[in-house]
């Protein structure tokens, strides 16, 4: 499929700006150029530090300690009380209904009355379930989502209850979820069981919603 990238380091790196960037140089005492483009900087940073090395930096510079969180731990991924259902995982389709940017996608995870939204910049990644992506927290949507999107061209999902929104979302997979002490295990039809670590990172200004690190459980 067009459009994909496998790139561990890299496809965290495009989660941040120029400024955290810069911020991730500065702390890890990176002797580099600081050059004016993001996607330069992001290159340059990669050439220089392990993934191990990034995670390391990432977790150390954005993780936010939990005293200072003003997102209810309720409503947080790596606090919330078990939940389990039904889940999907989505991308952003095309006049033709097939996706239209396969590396940006959603992953839904419903509850009784509504879902789960969370954004995720490398739906390839995440469904490999051998390198950590950032996740961001969309906030709750109606449980009419979770199969409102295609499976093929001009094909609705068969259990999809509304039809489906503006974006015309194409179902990558889908299947069932558990998430319980900080961590959430799917078994999807194609890729099969992924399980991650749920890390909070930060809130993200203006919605004030939550960032997480999701780590591969081996």
């Not at 702390?27 to 530090?49: G, N, W």
């Not at 003003?70 to 606090?79: E, I, V, Y």
């Not at 039904?86 to 996706?99: E, L």
């Not at 390839?124 to 709750?140: A, C, H, I, Q, S």
């Amino acid at each position: 499929m067009q459009g994909i990238r496998l790139e561990p380091a890299r496809g965290l790196l495009e989660n941040f700006t120029h400024a955290e960037l810069a911020c991730i140089v500065r702390h890890s005492r990176l002797d580099i150029a600081l050059p004016r483009s993001r996607s330069k900087l992001a290159d340059s940073i990669t050439k220089h530090l392990s993934l191990d090395d990034l995670l390391d930096e990432i977790r150390s510079l954005f993780r936010a300690p939990h005293s200072r969180s003003r997102t209810k731990a309720a409503g947080r991924l790596d606090t919330m009380t078990p939940l389990h259902g039904s889940a999907t995982v989505q991308a952003g389709g095309g006049a033709d209904s097939h996706p239209r940017q396969p590396q940006l996608g959603l992953v839904l995870l419903g509850r009784s009355s509504d879902c789960i939204a969370l954004r995720i910049r490398s739906v390839p990644l995440f469904l490999e379930n051998r390198w950590p992506v950032l996740v961001y927290d969309k906030g709750p949507v109606p449980r009419a989502r979770l199969y409102a999107a295609f499976i093929r061209p001009r094909l609705i999902h068969p259990s999809a209850e509304a039809p489906p929104p503006r974006t015309r979302p194409f179902i990558l997979d889908e299947g069932n979820y558990q998430l319980r002490n900080s961590r959430l295990r799917l078994e999807l039809v194609h890729a099969g069981p992924i399980s991650c670590q749920v890390t909070f990172l930060r809130e993200r200004p203006p919605s004030g919603r939550p960032e997480y690190l999701f780590e591969p459980i081996v």
